[in-house]
């Protein structure tokens, strides 16, 4: 991040050059979410540093040469490479999301099948307990239940 006066010094031009360049139209469209104010001083991002500086040189080559491209199409050709590779970093972002989307599908299926195979376990058990209990129960019957009980 930059000042308007560093990038001003480093293109040769006054302060308010810059800011005349960059309230004007593209690059007042464009710069807008690439400046930020700090303690009340704007701070340029590298890429607006970027458009600023390709602005003014643009407009340097343009008197040398009149057949080079204008400003404006440097700067649009500026902002599609920008946006052309922070596409490419999205998209890969995005793959590796679905990467990760499918190991934690796999891990989820894997455990829903743990948690089914424990629910039939203790299923198991706890019907092979009821069954125990009422069994104990008839054969823990004393001899004088037994005798004085009502048979059954």
Known sequence: MKTI???????????????????????????????TKENGIL????????????????????????????????IFDTILDMLRRELETKNEQLTEKDKQIASLTTLLEQATSNLHAAQFLHGSTMQ?????????????KGFFARLFGNGS
């Open 5 to 35: 006066r560093q990038i001003a010094e480093e293109i040769g031009v006054t302060k308010q050059a810059v800011f005349y360049r960059i309230k004007n139209p593209p690059l007042s469209n464009t710069l807008h979410s690439l400046m």
């Open 43 to 74: 701070m340029v991002s590298f890429d607006g540093e970027t458009l600023i500086k390709q602005a003014f040189e643009a407009d340097t080559a343009k008197t040398f040469d009149d057949k080079k491209p204008s400003s404006e199409n440097v």
């Open 128 to 140: 092979q307990q009821l069954t125990d209990g009422s069994e104990k129960t008839k054969k823990t």
